[in-house]
């Protein structure tokens, strides 16, 4: 054995140093008056101050995994900075005990925990895991000892003796469902690695109800390869991921996504986790990749970057020896600290400030405890009850607990991955939610300056006048090899925004159409979708499904639905287009006026006195009156009057003034309004269409009509609920053969080959250019329906608003009506039907045959009808003159025809004399004597006689007194002064 160590001699009386509690104690009682009061109140004061002080040395332990070593400086460091503020803890200093302790052990773990117990700590800290932190949580509950924690905890119930300063699991989920919410994401794929990830997120499921998009939920697969998985993401073409792994797996799941294809412009990552700065990102910045995340601790705070300044010295005094970063982590350094890391600085200082609030309220006694014992400290509650109503600020935020000692009013920092590293991009707290710092035009000059000398595969459908092959007989390739109105557009956009692109054609010649069993899509849809292409620009209209699947910009040409049909066949004019003009209503009203009238005058004018004249002025008393207004005399004026020419007769009476007045004044109105219509229908061209609108189409059978097949034409159809709509599309899903069309040009020419029995439902525009090169065709009806054609992008796409800006551009400098222009009425063909539509309408037409056949019709006629008439009246006549003679009828009627001829044959050579003759005879009876009755007159030259036919003259007495006896005075045109006035008293 060795040699006890010699007695140390006694120090001398008079050199001894007393200790610091030797140096507070009090001096011995010295004989003296007795104090005054005050100065013993003062007295007592001084000592009881010490009594309520801490220790001098508060020992607190540190339980760190090896991996651990930035937190292990973190805890050092906040140690030394309270030792250094001697307002925070003036009479007492921190001493830090550190243990070491493996991650899975967790017997040796509680050991080390007893072990610190022992030496007296006031506090534990740590560790991160969870499965030993579990054990210490126990030790430290069971003997009161404040146990503080910096790791995420999935608990939703705290234990009395924990202080934990992550931020509470169901708030930090509310801030996920706040930013998915603020950026619209119907639908999602969430990937998260343990089943920790889903309790992290279920307030992210529980936000999405079951009537919205469906939510995929995978889990990373054990080992290092997870290309499988994701490439099943990729093919249910789902562009929003939610990343829920540990920090040092988030490098490699956006490599292998990399790998695969799913770092393009059109995808986007929320990570979970709170140190994604940790992450060495700089394969991804230029990318175009969304990559987002949250964070807790701001580098740009001042303090923050004291804290990282100051540890460049505080890391070498930790002794701890350098450890290689894990692959895909960034090494620890000025720029950036870890959540846990800083969250361990800001709970020592918690720690600390907890214990200067103690300070002025009890005394602290901290004494050693055994894990074998039943003891415990009781000054450990009131610490932890200190700590949890406790509020600063730390490298974290603000630190504050709620009544159930969970840090729920903390705030957090959005942050996206941009080409110069991670930018924030807003804030989030739990009473605002989501509040982005970026403003419009910072978003919109960021995706500008992406596009420079980008290159976009543009897909596009060969559609006149959109796109369509260069007519030349050079061999052309790449973009050169097209024109037409996308292509000019996409030029126009390119020139604007300054990116490149190549057009490339859709293999199946299709626009895009959902197949509803399936859910897939076909065309330029699934090019999009496949992300093959990233723009298609064609005439594809923005519809409902598409919209659901895609991203479209603003619309750049606006039109609906039409009916694309052959013009009508010039109808023949009608042979009898003169009656036209009115109605065969109105020339039935016509007649019947006519007739009307024509009796009405008849009987006033045989009941007024005053259409009665004496025949023979110089006899004053006659012994008969003559009326000249006979029934036919009464048609013939009012004849006469109806075609404005008048006749030599004319009313005397006011009341038949009367009638003829009213009845001028209505053929006036009558035969204007005729002239007027009558020139309208004589010139304009008659063109009957069977249809004129889609209801005429829906209400007949005979023509045929339909769409292109998976368009949306077809598709606004199937999917109305009108009924006219409803019954047009059941007839074309019905009709055989199929009246649908693998293009629109296939359509056109049906409706050209189809002689009038077939029409085709297309966008307007596209009726529009066929019209103004086929003449034969126009459009029938209105518009069915009011759309746009907009170019469509992958969904999520980030160019959709600068690409829209651009075509507003162009629509505000009028280029987009110039490129209309261009194609639809000059280029290819354009403007020829124009032109002939323009010469037709500036010339009148000119009226043939067909026009005004019918009044020659109507000439002819009536002469037939006129000879006819003579005929019956030369028979009627000759029959009359048989019956007088006593002849036959045969020897009278050849007796008067021989005479007519003679009497036309010789009118050329003595008609001249007969008329001198009769004129000399005339004048000197009218000499002699006026008022008697002319002489007869003269035989023609030659002796003739006329016939005794027409020298019924000396007959017309009997006649009169014939029609006197059957018809009475009223009726016969001849009555004697003394009947007249007989019956006009009896009518009286």
């Not at 004989?31 to 009881?48: E, G, K, R, V």
């Not at 910009?553 to 009898?576: A, D, E, V, W």
């Not at 003679?902 to 008609?911: F, K, L, P, Q």
């Not at 017309?956 to 007249?980: C, F, I, M, N, V």
């Amino acid at each position: 054995m060795p040699p006890p160590p010699p007695p140390s001699p006694p120090p001398p009386p008079s050199t001894t140093t007393p200790s610091p509690r030797a140096r507070a104690a009090p001096p011995p009682p010295v004989p003296s008056s007795p104090p005054p009061p005050l100065a013993a109140l003062l007295l007592l004061l001084a000592l009881a101050a010490p009594a309520l002080a801490l220790p001098d040395v508060i020992r607190i332990g540190g339980l760190f995994h090896p991996a651990d070593d930035r937190q292990e400086v973190a805890f050092r460091y906040a140690v030394e900075r309270i030792n250094e503020n001697r307002q925070l803890l003036p009479r007492s200093r921190i001493s830090a005990q550190i243990e070491r302790i493996s991650p899975q052990d967790s017997f040796h773990a509680s050991k080390r925990v007893c072990h610190l117990l022992r030496s007296g700590v006031a506090a534990i800290f740590g560790p991160q895991s969870a499965q030993t932190a579990s054990h210490v949580q126990s030790i430290c509950d069971n003997m009161e000892i404040p146990h503080l924690e910096t790791r995420w905890d999935y608990r939703l119930r705290r234990e009395s003796c924990l202080v934990n300063l992550y931020p509470h699991p169901t708030t930090l989920s509310k801030a996920y469902v706040d930013l998915v919410r603020a950026w619209g994401w119907r639908s999602f794929t969430i990937v998260y690695e343990s089943n920790e990830g889903l309790v992290r997120l279920q307030e992210l499921l529980k936000a999405h109800g079951p009537s919205e998009f469906p939510i995929a939920v995978r889990q990373l697969p054990e080992g290092g390869d997870y290309r499988p998985l994701l490439k099943q993401i990729k093919n249910s073409a789902e562009s929003h991921i939610v990343l829920d792994c540990s920090t040092t797996r988030v490098y490699e799941v956006l490599k292998q996504a990399q790998q695969i294809g799913m770092m393009s412009d059109y995808h986007s990552y929320l990570i979970t986790s709170l140190d994604l700065h940790a992450v060495d990102l700089d394969e991804f910045k230029y990318g175009g990749t969304n990559i987002t995340a949250f964070r807790l601790v701001d580098p740009d705070d001042p303090e923050v970057q004291r804290v990282l300044k100051d540890w460049a010295y505080a890391e070498p005094r930790a002794n701890t020896p350098p450890r290689k970063p894990d692959v895909g982590l960034r090494k620890e350094n000025l720029t950036y600290i870890k959540t846990e890391t800083a969250l361990m600085y800001d709970a020592v200082l918690l720690f600390g400030k907890a214990l200067h609030d103690l300070d002025s309220s009890q005394r602290i006694d901290i004494k050693p405890l055994s894990c074998d014992a039943a003891d415990t400290w009781p000054h450990g509650y009131s610490l932890i009850n200190y700590m949890k109503i406790a509020e600063m600020r730390g490298l974290t935020g603000v630190i504050k607990f709620d009544n159930q000692g969970f840090r729920s009013n903390f705030a957090l920092d959005i942050v996206e991955l941009s080409r110069d590293g991670l930018k924030k991009i807003g804030t989030w707290n739990s009473t605002e939610g989501v509040n982005f710092t970026r403003t419009y035009g910072e978003v919109y000059t960021q995706i500008v300056e992406s596009l420079q000398n980008k290159t976009f595969i543009v897909t596009t459908i060969l559609s006149s006048p959109y796109c369509m092959f260069k007519d030349t007989s050079e061999k052309l390739t790449g973009n050169s090899q097209f024109e037409g109105y996308s292509v000019d557009l996409i030029h126009e956009i390119s020139k604007i925004l300054g990116f490149n692109y190549t057009i490339r054609l859709v293999p199946d010649g299709r626009y895009g159409s959902l197949n509803r069993d399936t859910r897939e899509w076909d065309g330029m849809m699934k090019e999009l979708l496949d992300q093959k292409a990233d723009l298609a620009i064609a005439d594809l209209t923005i519809t409902y499904d598409r919209e659901q699947a895609v991203d479209f910009t603003m619309p750049f040409m606006n039109l609906g639905i039409s009916i694309l049909y052959r013009k009508p066949i010039k109808q023949p004019p009608n042979l009898f287009s003169f009656l036209s003009p009115l109605s065969l209503d109105v020339w039935i009203y016509m007649a019947t006026a006519y007739l009307g009238v024509s009796v009405l005058l008849f009987i006033l004018a045989r009941f007024t006195p005053y259409e009665w004249q004496n025949p023979h002025p110089c006899n004053p008393d006659p012994d008969h009156l003559e009326n000249q207004f006979t029934l036919l005399n009464c048609m013939w004026f009012a004849i006469g009057s109806l075609m404005q020419q008048g006749c030599d007769f004319l009313p005397k009476a006011v009341s038949t003034r009367m009638v003829a007045g009213m009845w001028w004044f209505f053929t006036l109105i009558m035969i204007s309004s005729y002239t007027a219509n009558l020139a309208a229908f004589l010139t304009v061209e008659r063109m009957d269409s069977p249809i004129e609108s889609a209801e005429d189409l829906a209400k007949q059978t005979k023509i045929k009509y339909g769409a292109l097949r998976g368009g949306s034409t077809a598709a606004f159809f199937r999917d109305s609920n009108f009924s006219t709509y409803q019954r047009m599309w059941s007839f074309m899903e019905s009709a055989r053969p199929s009246v649908f069309t693998g293009s629109n040009v296939e359509g056109v020419e049906r409706v050209v080959k189809g002689k009038g029995g077939y029409a085709f439902l297309m966008e307007s525009t596209s009726i529009e250019y066929v019209i103004e090169r086929n003449c034969e065709l126009t459009m029938v009806g209105g518009l069915l329906d009011s759309k746009g054609y907009g170019i469509a992008m992958p969904p999520n796409s980030p160019y959709r608003t600068a690409i829209s800006g651009a075509i507003l551009k162009l629509q505000e400098e009028g280029k987009l009506h110039i490129l209309k222009t261009r194609w639809w009425k000059e280029k290819r063909g354009g403007g020829s039907c124009r032109d002939e539509n323009t010469k037709s309408s500036s010339t009148a037409n000119e009226l043939g045959l067909a026009n005004v056949g019918g009044v020659f019709v109507v000439l002819m006629g009536g002469m037939g009808v006129a000879c006819v008439i003579a005929v019956c009246e030369f028979v009627w006549k000759s029959r009359k003159v048989a019956v007088e003679e006593r002849v036959s009828a045969c020897a009278a009627a050849s007796a008067s025809s021989s005479a007519a001829a003679a009497a036309v044959g010789h009118a050329s050579t003595s008609a001249h004399h007969a008329l001198r003759a009769n004129a000399s005879a005339s004048a000197s009876s009218l000499a002699s004597d006026p008022c008697a009755p002319a002489a007869a007159p003269a035989p023609a030259a030659g002796g003739r006689r006329w016939p005794r036919v027409f020298a019924a003259p000396a007959k017309r007495h009997k006649l009169d007194a014939s029609l006197e006896t059957l018809s009475g005075p009223l009726l016969t045109p001849k009555a004697t002064p003394r009947e007249l006035r007989r019956d006009t008293s009896l009518a009286l």
